[in-house]
């Protein structure tokens, strides 16, 4: 039989009961009511708690680290430093990671970790981290990274040498990597323009703003055997990178995950969770870690700050025939941004034919960086949509009818080597052109601003299994994350399969050591992958329950067929049994051959990647150059929208954080390298009233290679809001803006600037 | 290691005598607002706590003969849900509505918003312009002080030792006065100001303006009271001109910092912005009553 990769079963025209509706999700009252439990809130007996010393210094070599007077003072059961971790070679993937949790030769960022403690009491282990000293001999620093690639530039890492460059093998530098792509003849494709836009932007690092800060508890056992209760989008990737950084069996260390209070990428890394476990290994009782804001935004992965230039052309009858780029990615201490996705997906929406990027990643002396929805993406195609919005502008095109003659659809091949299927980027600007938004005349007074995106969407390696109870009722058991709902659509559609309603359906979290190994939940896999596995499993514990019907009956497996949740004679002719319940069968499991269930193991391939449209209106004060967005629209394939209320709020949470991203949030360092705005009081992520409610619509194109067609719809809505804002304000005041965020000094600035050349005209 | 107390008084004597006792190891705790937050970051280490919410004149809120008494320790949502001094003052109101979410407002006190003594404190540029005075009490006796000289500088007051604010007094106002205050934030809210704006003025029967009183937030090491932006207005019948005047006069009062939350520059242009915004409120509210 084939497998589900090769044949998903996808039936456009299968009447569907339960996929398509929005249930209450299972885990929503406890979240509701605060029931849920998160990271911090599990207490075991005996429980220690655990703090963390900081460096106060951007760049420092480490001397000397003296803990005597922190391991006397009473209370005190643990104390560890880099000594306490495996030295691992530098530069290599377990070095770096083991480096950025606990510094070892040097410091390298404000709030490093240098020192953890765990003590009885939450004051006692802070009075203790003041009794830890700590030589540095501190050393110049550098925040900004187009600084960083200067020659004389202070160097973070001696053994580092530019990947991709010839002759840099024996020259130090910041620049880890130069990666060059290209397709077509761009200069040919330039020497056909009648019109070429070029400009320059830039873009600040940006958190992801998880409500939730990182909490877990470690206990390691007298068998040395350790559990490890956290927040993670992925309990087996911080299993086997926690087994690579401390030298051990991963089969010793045993993750479960908590409820996520919010993750977007950043709890793709795990920060206290490694010293959580040397900590109870050394004290020999479970340590509780729980950062605080503060440590979250000094310490734990903001996207990557950008610095592009981008050119892009045009005929006049509206072609774009070429496009270049050249990117710079600062990705904190260490490498990690995967800035590759920039190159990869920036112009990757439209047909063109001619492109050639250079994308450069660089290190300084900042939190090494995490991921978030879409990684290195949305930043660079604020200058890509803008440009594209001022190239329609400039030949006389409605920016849509623009777009959708560029538009790529079904075999165009890829800068990064693929070729589409069947996607829904034509659908989704005629979808848009369709909105009332669009359709309504600006508000006097008011900018308006259009935007695409593209994401790839991802698979990857996922498990997962289904179990019939003797009663009838099904629980699935899953080793990815929710992060956004995951649980109730993947329930949703293993009802679908087997003919019952949800509430008969539960779906739980497996612990790292009850399931075959998973893929982070990121790159908006989840729902996808993990339901490939799910239905996978469903067909296979179907399947047994037909084999089981035969034996009853006497007849072969191919003379029964599974419908509405019984299996039932395939004709008149098999004879003339009563149709068996799901409950029928599974209640002789113990008379026929053991229980019911289904698992499944897979890579899983066949994403389809997503598109999406934002249409933004907005005000501008004059006087202060503050912002007000007034309308706004999202327009996106989700392939098929299992629970379209979880779709909707993938599409306004990703507005809302794209809105955040482009006027207010910003890193800002004080002079010394450290960091001056570490508290959501002052890194100013939108309240609920600075945005309006998000209106959308989703456009169901399906994927054909998933039983049910969705596509992932976790990426796409925060790739085109920092363009669509970006026009929008062009559109408002005259001139688009090219750096981020466009915070009201930034605008106020421009405004006047081009009062002063209006006046000197 | 040292210990944390706490009390919680019931008399504005035993407070006094508590806080005179304890000295600088003492902080006074209102709705807590400001000093929980220093606790939990570590930022202050204080030996005593003193609650003073039990007693009774620090939560009063009274008039007498058009005169509105406020006790230092009323919650905003306790004065924002009082209508009668909600329509005497609504610049008062309109500062203290911008402390902080419902939540906060439901614990936070104006006392404690002047005593916290922060550049940008929301509700302090309205009370200076109101002409309001800081009841006082402490171990010399009682004493008031103009709200604009309670603050001294960023977290600095003139309280000595063991003085504590117990509440606020305000003028009786003329026929036609008219206040308000104006915040910019990026924001909408649950943010500090980057320029806080407060215009309180009086009309005679004609329409030209005989008094007035403009204060600045967040533009100076304290809150401003800008007697050359209130001469602007004394005079005129608040035109354009003296909209313009005042303006200017803002932010040329303007002495502020480059930091994360404005620049210099940006400060200094909408200082004379936001006040100019916060006086034409001000004026259509004197001309409606």
């Not at chain 1, 439209?350 to 994308?359: C, G, P, S, V």
Request: aromatic share 6%.
């Amino acid at each position: 039989m084939a497998s589900i990769l090769e044949n998903s079963g996808f039936n456009p025209d299968k009447e569907l009961k339960i996929v398509g509706t929005n249930p209450v999700k299972q885990d929503g009252p406890d979240k509701v009511t605060g029931r849920a439990k998160f990271g911090a809130d599990l207490i075991l007996p005996g429980m220690l708690f655990g703090k963390i010393l900081r460096s106060p210094h951007p760049h420092a070599v480490l001397k000397s680290i003296d803990t005597s007077k922190a391991e006397a003072l009473p209370g005190v059961k643990a104390v560890v430093t880099r000594d306490d971790f495996p030295e691992l070679p530098p530069g290599t993937p377990g070095g770096d990671l083991s480096r950025n949790v606990m510094a070892r030769e040097k410091v390298f960022y404000d709030g490093h970790p240098v020192a953890a403690v765990a003590a009885t009491s939450e004051p006692v282990a802070k009075r203790a981290l003041k009794l830890i000293e700590v030589e540095h001999e501190v050393l110049p620093h550098v925040i900004d990274p187009v600084e960083a690639m200067q020659p004389g530039a202070p160097i973070l890492h001696d053994h580092l040498r530019t990947k991709g460059v010839e002759g840099a093998e024996d020259t130090p530098t910041n620049i880890v990597e130069r990666l060059d792509l290209a397709m077509g003849d761009t200069d040919a494709g330039f020497a056909e323009a009648d019109v070429i836009v070029e400009r320059e932007y830039d873009s600040k690092p940006m958190h992801q703003g998880y409500i939730e800060p990182q909490g877990c508890v470690a206990d390691c056992n007298e068998d040395d055997q350790i559990e490890v209760w956290c927040c993670t989008q992925g309990t087996h990737v911080f299993r086997d990178r926690l087994a690579d950084i401390l030298r051990l069996d991963s089969s010793r260390i045993k993750v479960m995950q908590s409820e996520m209070g919010g993750g977007f990428g950043g709890k793709t890394g795990f920060y206290g969770e490694p010293l959580a476990i040397v900590l109870s290994k050394k004290a020999r009782r479970p340590v509780k870690i729980v950062l605080t804001r503060n440590e979250v935004f000094r310490c734990t992965g903001p996207v990557s700050g950008t610095r592009s230039r981008i050119k892009m052309g045009c005929t006049k009858d509206g072609k774009i025939v070429a496009a270049e780029a050249e990117l710079i990615f600062q990705t904190g201490a260490f490498t990690g941004s995967m800035f590759f996705n920039a190159p990869h997906a920036m112009f990757t929406r439209y047909a063109l034919e001619n492109i050639k990027t250079t994308a450069w990643e660089v290190v300084s002396n900042r939190p090494k960086v995490n991921a978030f929805r879409a990684p290195c993406v949305p930043q660079i195609v604020f200058g890509v949509e803008a440009i594209v919005t001022e190239l329609a502008n400039k030949i006389g095109m409605d920016e849509l009818d623009f777009r959708l003659k560029n538009a790529a659809t079904e075999g165009y091949t890829t800068l990064y080597g693929a070729t589409f299927g069947p996607i829904g980027f034509v659908e989704t600007l005629e979808a848009s052109k369709e909105t009332d938004h669009y359709r309504s005349p600006v508000k006097p007074g008011e900018g308006r601003g259009v935007a695409a995106g593209f994401w790839f969407n991802r698979g990857g390696d996922t498990t997962g299994s289904l179990t019939i109870t003797p009663d009838g009722s099904v629980n699935i058991m899953l080793g990815t994350s929710d992060v956004a709902g995951s649980r109730v659509s993947i329930s949703m559609m293993a009802a679908e399969e087997l003919g019952v309603p949800l509430e008969k359906v539960r779906a739980n979290f497996a612990d790292t050591s009850a399931i075959g190994n998973n893929r982070v939940t990121a790159g908006s896999r989840t729902t996808f992958s993990s339901g490939m596995v799910i239905v996978d499993s469903a067909r296979k514990a179907i399947d047994t329950m037909v084999e089981r019907a035969a034996e009853i009956w006497g007849v072969s497996p191919e003379e029964v067929t599974f419908e509405d949740g019984h299996c039932r004679p395939a004709s008149a002719n098999v004879g003339d049994f009563e149709p068996l319940s799901i409950k029928d069968i599974a209640s002789r499991t113990s008379v026929s051959h053991g229980a019911i269930a289904g698992h499944s193991e897979m890579n899983v391939t066949g994403e389809g990647p997503g598109f999406g449209v934002h249409i933004v209106d907005l005000k501008v004060d004059r006087g202060t150059g503050r912002v007000d967005v007034t309308r706004y629209t999202v327009i996106e394939d989700a392939g098929k929208a299992i629970h379209p209320l979880q779709v909707e709020g993938q599409y306004q949470g990703g507005a809302v954080q794209g809105v955040g991203w482009a006027l207010n949030e910003e890193y800002i360092y004080r002079a010394d390298g450290t960091l001056d705005n570490p508290s959501f009081l002052d890194y100013r992520m939108p309240v609920a009233s600075d945005v309006p409610m998000i209106d959308t619509v989703i456009v169901e194109v399906p994927n054909p290679n998933h039983p049910y067609g969705l596509r992932g719809v976790g990426e796409v809505p925060v790739v085109p809001t920092l363009a669509a804002i970006g026009n929008a304000i062009g559109d408002a005041i005259g001139i688009r803006p090219q750096s981020l965020p466009m915070s009201p000094p930034k605008l106020l600035e421009l405004m006047d600037g081009d009062e002063t050349r209006a006046a000197a005209e | 290691m040292t210990e944390l107390n706490y009390a919680a008084p019931d008399s504005l004597d035993a407070a006094v005598g508590m806080l005179a006792d304890a000295g600088a190891g003492a902080r006074i705790l209102a709705g807590g607002t400001d000093v929980l937050v220093l606790l939990h970051g570590d930022l202050i280490e204080p030996e005593l706590i003193v609650d003073i919410k039990n007693i009774p004149e620090l939560t009063e809120i009274s008039v007498e003969d058009g005169a509105w008494r406020i006790g230092a320790a009323a919650s905003g949502m306790k004065l924002m849900d009082h209508e009668d001094f909600a329509a005497a003052w609504p610049g008062v109101i309109e500062g203290v509505a911008l402390i902080g979410s419902v939540q906060v407002k439901g614990r936070a006190s104006v006392g404690g918003n002047l005593c916290n003594a922060s550049p940008a404190a929301d509700s302090v540029p309205p009370l200076i312009a109101a002409g309001a005075m800081a009841n006082i009490a402490g171990p010399g006796g009682k004493r008031d002080l103009p709200v604009e000289d309670v603050i001294t500088g960023p977290g600095q007051t003139a309280l000595e030792a063991g003085e504590m604010v117990v509440s606020f007094t305000f003028p009786k106002r003329p026929p036609h006065s008219g206040d308000c205050y104006l915040r910019l934030t990026p924001r909408t809210e649950m943010d500090i100001a980057v320029v806080g704006a407060a215009v309180n003025l009086t009309l005679d029967d004609g329409g030209t303006c005989t008094a007035a009183r403009v204060s600045l937030g967040a533009v100076a090491p304290t809150p401003l009271l800008v007697e050359d932006a209130a001469a602007a207005l004394i005079g005129t019948s608040v035109d354009d001109a003296a909209l313009d005047a005042l303006a200017a006069a803002a932010s040329a009062a303007c002495d502020p910092i480059d930091d994360k939350r404005g620049t210099i520059a940006y400060r200094i242009k909408t200082a004379g912005v936001m006040t100019r915004r916060a006086a034409e409120t001000a004026l259509d509210r004197a001309r409606r009553n």
